[in-house]
């Protein structure tokens, strides 16, 4: 009941104080332009069109290399996730988030050159991994499904 007569009143308590720094009872109108939320339509729409082309080329296995780096990606973040609560992996990485990036300016050229490093190994490991078994998979064309 209490908290019930201080909501009534509230609006008596604070005209007084509009009056005294010559406010309006009408607050002020915003008018945001149409081109605005048009612009930003048409961006997102182009985004969100990118992102969906880039999971199907990964889906259908156009660009092996993209295919094997989601694969390994979703492993760890399945590895991970098995080990760790959904939350725990949210805080690590909010706190990752704050904290690598002032950790990279700070030791910029020693993380260049591991990773410089470990992309030539990883390279080296793939060429190794495509001359051995991956040029040897049969690549069939993409057939789709004809609309009407």
């Known amino acids: ?35 605005l939320f048009a612009n930003i339509g048409i961006s997102v ?25 989601v694969v390994a990606s979703l492993l760890a973040v399945a ?9 725990t992996v949210l805080y690590i990485g909010f706190v990752a988030a704050h904290t690598l990036p002032v950790l990279y300016e700070r030791y910029e ?14 390279q080296g490991h793939y060429q190794k991994l495509d001359a051995g078994v991956l040029s040897k998979i049969p690549k069939g064309k993409l057939r789709g499904k004809k609309y009407e």
């Open 1 to 35: 009941m209490c908290c019930y007569g201080g909501t009534r009143r509230s609006p008596q308590v604070f005209y007084p104080v509009q009056q005294l720094f010559g406010s309006s009872s009408r607050p002020p109108r915003m008018v945001l332009p149409e081109e």
């Open 45 to 69: 729409g182009a985004e969100v069109n990118r992102a969906l082309g880039f999971l199907q080329d990964v889906a259908c296995g156009r660009n092996l290399k993209q295919f094997l780096a």
């Open 79 to 87: 590895m991970i996730g098995s080990c760790c609560n959904f939350l």
């Open 109 to 122: 050229d020693q993380v260049d050159g591991f990773i410089y490093k470990v992309l030539e190994q990883l």
